[in-house]
């Protein structure tokens, strides 16, 4: 692995660094891959629709948000020509993230046009908890030769109003042509399955399917709720790189460690950058995210805010060796509670344009900076982007924005009462807050007993009633079938074969793309 080889490790060791990759990644390295970097949606979104009209045997899309709007409704007319043409269709759209943006109408013409259609995890009385981890994966495969994996969901958002200056929202996508599709294929198979009848995943994969396509090796790290697979990965990216290891997020937030990983690299030396909103769609947001910057500034950490609309890329590059994009944030609700897919990239070229990338970003990006005795917070732009020109805030979070400010303010509250790390001066407000909120239950439930007393039992009936619906559908599952075996977890996505060493391919035949999805940044 590109990284590996550049800290120096080689013969037997650098295997066995490579193994602690693959099983830390839970995914292992596939070679042969062509992989072109897209930027925003005037890139992806015309590759994804080329790529939609010229399939043959399948389509597989999955998004967490899935607007009904102008940009919705171009996808939605293009699947559902797809499918009238007999190919094979399959949308699996998340409960939660697509509450408020699509009716019922919109999936039932989807359906109608013989699109199979699937909602993943919605609300379900007996299981009070479970609606919280969500699918925000954000992929398109096509008949298993093409597909695509990006932070973007299908919304005007990330198309912007040029009439009333509103500029779209900063993301970036991955074409990948290769092997290494069939991973992706596998990736929502998985995400389908949970939902209803699994996927024939054979079926939607063309002959050419695992043909290499070109130098490329990288992983695809599909992340499934509690696996943690791409926290480890960031966690031996940080503790790895030498010289620079360059970060994007949108919803970014340090937990105690991760952030000593990168402080500890930026100690020794290592360039480390972060990238993040300068406005947020979730206003409330920014305060908490603020609260994190002290101590990797005081680290030699530098970041910055980009000056745009919502910044809402998944990036990391390190040392223009390695390199990722995908739906992941670097928070624990990425991390821990959704299911996620992540391309790792271990190629010195897309490394490079990554790089490149990145510098093109922070020229439109301020950077915050500790100033003064008392080392306080400052900006290094005083002209900030015009409020007009930053978009409106979105009609509905995420559970990612949720738990992030969630476990931001969980981490600044705790080190205010066990004093375990110092607080800084822009987290004075969290702090006044969560002081407010335990005094006023204080006061409501000595004044008002029943305004606490009521919830709090409605919540306990809830909880029993949930307890006790479940026993009863379990206990006439087993008396249906008695002797079936009891349900098994959700799987993670199944390992491929062992790899074929990238001097042992065989070079491809070349083939005819179509000219949107050549384009690159």
Not at 336 to 355: R, Y
Not at 397 to 423: C, K
Not at 448 to 462: E, F, G, S, Y
């Amino acid at each position: 692995m590109a990284i590996v080889k550049s800290t120096g490790i080689s013969g037997p060791q650098r295997g066995l660094a490579e193994q602690v990759f693959s099983r830390a990644a839970g995914a292992p390295l596939v070679p042969g891959n062509d992989v072109h970097l897209l930027r925003d949606a005037r890139e992806n979104y015309p590759a994804w629709l080329s790529a939609i009209h010229l399939a043959r045997r399948s389509v597989l899309f999955e998004n967490y948000i899935i607007e009904d709007d102008d940009v919705g409704r171009t996808f939605a007319e293009a699947l559902e020509a797809r499918a009238r043409d007999g190919v094979r269709v399959c949308v699996l759209y998340d409960w939660l993230g697509c509450q408020g943006t699509a009716s019922s109408r919109f999936w039932r013409r989807l359906r109608e046009a013989g699109v199979e259609v699937r909602c993943f995890n919605p609300f379900q009385f007996d299981r009070p908890l479970a609606w919280l981890g969500r699918n925000h994966r954000k992929t398109l495969t096509v008949d298993g030769e093409v597909g695509f994996v990006s932070g973007l969901c299908v919304s005007h958002k990330w198309v912007g109003d040029p009439e009333k200056h509103v500029a779209p929202w900063r993301d970036t996508g991955l074409a990948i042509r290769g092997p290494a599709v069939a991973d992706l294929v596998r990736a929502f198979a998985q995400g389908w399955a949970t939902v209803g009848t699994p996927l024939d995943e054979e079926g939607c994969l063309s002959a050419r399917a695992p043909e290499p396509m070109g130098d490329v090796a990288l992983r695809v790290v599909a992340g499934v709720p509690w696996s943690a697979g791409l926290f480890r990965v960031d966690q031996l990216i940080a503790s790895l790189a030498r010289k620079r290891l360059w970060l994007t997020d949108a919803y970014f937030v340090g937990t105690a460690a991760y952030v000593q990983a990168l402080r500890a690299a930026s100690r020794d030396g290592v360039d480390v950058r972060l990238l993040v909103p300068g406005s947020s769609d979730i206003p409330a947001l920014r305060p908490l995210t603020q609260a994190g910057y002290r101590p990797l500034l005081e680290a030699g950490i530098r970041v910055y805010e980009w000056n745009g609309t919502m910044l809402h890329a998944k990036t990391a590059v390190a040392d223009g060796l390695w390199a990722r994009v995908g739906s992941s944030n670097l928070n624990p609700a990425s991390w821990l509670g959704n299911s996620e897919i992540d391309v790792a990239v271990e190629d010195v070229h897309f490394a490079q344009q990554m790089e490149s990338m990145y510098q093109q970003d922070l020229e439109h990006a301020t950077e915050v900076v500790l100033s003064g005795r008392d080392r306080r917070l400052m900006s290094t732009n005083p002209r900030p982007l015009p409020r007009s020109r930053r978009g409106g805030p979105g009609r509905r979070g995420s559970m990612s924005r949720a738990a992030a400010g969630a476990v931001r303010l969980g981490n600044t509250v705790g080190a205010a009462v066990t004093n375990h790390r110092e607080l800084g001066r822009t987290e004075s407000k969290v702090v006044f807050g969560a002081g407010v909120v335990p005094l006023a239950l204080a006061g409501v439930a000595l004044w008002w007993p029943q305004v606490v007393a009521v919830p709090a039992a409605l919540l306990c009936a809830w909880a029993g009633i949930a307890l006790w619906s479940r026993a009863v559908r379990l206990r006439r599952q087993e008396a249906e079938a008695p002797e079936a075996r009891g349900p098994l977890p959700e799987r993670e996505v199944p390992p491929r074969p062992a790899a074929v060493a990238p001097e042992l391919l065989t070079e491809a035949e070349p083939r005819n793309t179509p000219e949107a999805e050549q384009q690159q940044p």
